[in-house]
């Protein structure tokens, strides 16, 4: 079966604090995972892909196959960090399967 | 502002009625989406289509239709027998080749309220 776990609903840091959203996954092919990301009255968009390994806002992830996990970090977090985090999974098809979301609150 | 619309922003139902979302974008995208957001559930798919007059059921298709006639846009129907269409609605299109064919682009949303 194709799912995408995020264990926590809601994570609590304060600014400056390093930051680590979980997400794992169960996939029997070669995972394609992305982070998604919605800001406050703002819509939903597409923070970063493993496959480009690229660091977006400070945030970097890493596909541990190993693990079946694809966390989401920053070291330094900041307020405008706070948002809803979706990790989501391509499957077989062009469909995304999404996790059930992160919350993130920075404070000052 | 381009891009992925949705309408009506807002949309209140009284029960035993059905009630069509709009979804139009001028992505030229191949691939659009329906979604519904629940608190704590996150995003799950309704329905999808790849290719005008085409579309596929998604995780939570039914109390819903869709159609496909045109390439920009997707309507959802939430019909009466949907049992709990209280939700936020989101819609979605991609590209299905080329650069950056796996990102999905989103509408603002409809929230729609049964009475």
């Known amino acids: 079966a194709q799912r995408v776990t995020q264990p926590e609903k809601l994570l609590s840091v304060f600014k400056g604090a390093p930051v680590e959203l979980k997400c794992n996954y169960s996939?029997?092919?070669?995972?394609?995972l992305f982070w998604y990301v919605q800001y406050s009255r703002q819509r939903l968009q597409l923070l970063l892909r493993?496959?480009s390994r690229e660091s977006i806002k400070g945030f970097t992830a890493d596909l541990n196959k190993g693990e079946t996990s694809f966390h989401l970090k920053k070291p330094f977090a900041q307020e405008e960090d706070s948002a809803m985090y979706y990790c989501a999974l391509k499957g077989h098809t062009d469909k995304l399967i999404f996790g059930t979301g992160t919350r993130l609150q920075v404070f000052p | 502002d381009g891009g992925i619309t949705q309408s009506p922003k807002y949309l209140f139902r009284k029960e035993g009625q059905n009630v069509t979302l709009s979804c139009e974008q001028n992505l030229n995208h191949d691939a659009m989406y329906w979604y519904r957001q629940d608190p704590g559930q996150g995003l799950r798919l309704i329905y999808y289509s790849q290719i005008v007059n085409d579309f596929q059921k998604g995780d939570i298709a039914e109390g819903y239709s869709v159609s496909r006639e045109k390439k920009e846009s997707f309507p959802l129907t939430v019909t009466s027998a949907q049992k709990n269409p209280t939700a936020f609605y989101l819609c979605?299109?991609?590209?299905?080749?080329?650069?950056?064919?796996?990102?999905?682009?989103f509408g603002p949303g409809t929230r729609l309220t049964v009475l």
């Open positions: 493993h496959i």
């Open positions: 996939y029997s092919g070669s995972p394609e």
């Open positions: 979605a299109s991609s590209k299905l080749a080329g650069l950056n064919r796996d990102e999905q682009f």
